[in-house]
C-alpha cells in the first residue's frame, strides 16, 4: 500500500522545481494531484508526465478566485481535498533595501507579499470546509529565509519570516481538525521567478561553487524535497504532526565561521 493511496492534493508552484518535485513524489505514492502555475508551459510538461493522474489549472495564487477555482476543480475531479500545498513563491533576487527607492519598495512588497503570503491565506480560506470534512492538511513551502538573514532580500526575508507565522497561527485555529505544517528548504537546482515591478529576470537558484558553502557539501536535486511533503501529507506517518516547520537547508544553519562543516576540506 502507498504512503498517499486515495488522497487528493492541491499543489500550487507545480510547474518546476521543488513543485514538480512534491507533484512527482505524491503520484508515486498513490495521490491524485491538481498542479497549479502561472505557466501554461510548464503545466503541459506535466500534463505530458503524469496523464491522468493530474489535472493541472494555469492559475495565479496571488488571487482569490484562483484558490477557489483549485479547490473546486479537485472536489469535481477527485470528489474531495486532503491536501493543500501552498507552494507557490517568487523571489527578491537578494535587491537591498538601501537600493530600492520608495516607489519600487512598495510595488516590490505588494507583489511580493501577495505571492508569498497572501496566497497562504487565500489557500487556507478556500480549502477550509473541504479539509475540515476529510480532516486533512495544509502544507506551506517556508525558507531557510524563514529563520535566517541573507537567504534573500529584506523583501523575501520578511515574508518567508510571515509564512511561519501563519503556520503557527492556522495550525493553531484550524485544530483539531486541519493540520497546518511546512517545509523550509535551502538551496535546490531551480529557476527563481523575480519581481515583475522590479523589472527582476528569472535567475538559476544555484551558484558556481555553492555546495562547497554548505556543510553537507552537495546540493540536492529539487525532486529531493518531495519526501518530506508526503511525509507530513500521510495520515499514518504524520497525524501527529501540526504547527511544524521543518528545516531541509543541507546543514546552512549550522554552517562554521572557518569552514562550513567539521570535516569539510
Known amino acids: 500500500m502507498n504512503r498517499l493511496d486515495g488522497t487528493v492534493a492541491i499543489v500550487t508552484g507545480a510547474g518546476g522545481g521543488i513543485g514538480r518535485g512534491i507533484v512527482r513524489r505524491y503520484v508515486s ?4 494531484v491538481v498542479a497549479a502555475d502561472i505557466d501554461q508551459k510548464l503545466l503541459g510538461r506535466l500534463d ?8 493541472t489549472v494555469q492559475a495565479n495564487v496571488a488571487q482569490a478566485q484562483a484558490n477557489r ?3 473546486e476543480t479537485a472536489l469535481a475531479e477527485f470528489g474531495r481535498l486532503d491536501v493543500f500545498c501552498a507552494n507557490a513563491g517568487i523571489y527578491d533576487q537578494n535587491v537591498a533595501l538601501a537600493d530600492l ?7 516590490g512588497f505588494d507583489e511580493l507579499f501577495a505571492v508569498n503570503v497572501k496566497s497562504v491565506l487565500f ?3 478556500a480549502a477550509y470546509d473541504a479539509l475540515v470534512e476529510s480532516k486533512g492538511s495544509l502544507i506551506v513551502t517556508a525558507s531557510f529565509a524563514s529563520f535566517s538573514s541573507s537567504g534573500g532580500g529584506a523583501l523575501y526575508t520578511a515574508s518567508k519570516h510571515a509564512v511561519v507565522g501563519l503556520i503557527k497561527q492556522l495550525a493553531y485555529e484550524f485544530a483539531p481538525d486541519i493540520r497546518v505544517n511546512g517545509v523550509a528548504p535551502g538551496i535546490a537546482p531551480t529557476t527563481l521567478k523575480g519581481l515583475n515591478a522590479l523589472g527582476q529576470q528569472p535567475k538559476d537558484s544555484v551558484l558556481q561553487g555553492t555546495e562547497r558553502a554548505v556543510p553537507l557539501q552537495a546540493i540536492p536535486e529539487s525532486d529531493a524535497y518531495g519526501g518530506l511533503y508526503a511525509l507530513l501529507a500521510s495520515r499514518r506517518d ?3 504532526i501540526t504547527g511544524s516547520v521543518f528545516n531541509a537547508d543541507s546543514g546552512l544553519a549550522i554552517r562554521g565561521m572557518s569552514k562550513p562543516g567539521g570535516r569539510a576540506r
Open 69 to 71: 477555482r483549485l479547490v
Open 48 to 55: 505530458e508526465e503524469f496523464g491522468a493522474d493530474i489535472v
Open 123 to 125: 489557500a487556507a480560506r
Open 29 to 32: 505514492e498513490g495521490a491524485k
Open 101 to 107: 527607492d520608495f516607489e519600487a519598495l512598495d510595488r
Open 238 to 240: 504524520a497525524g501527529h
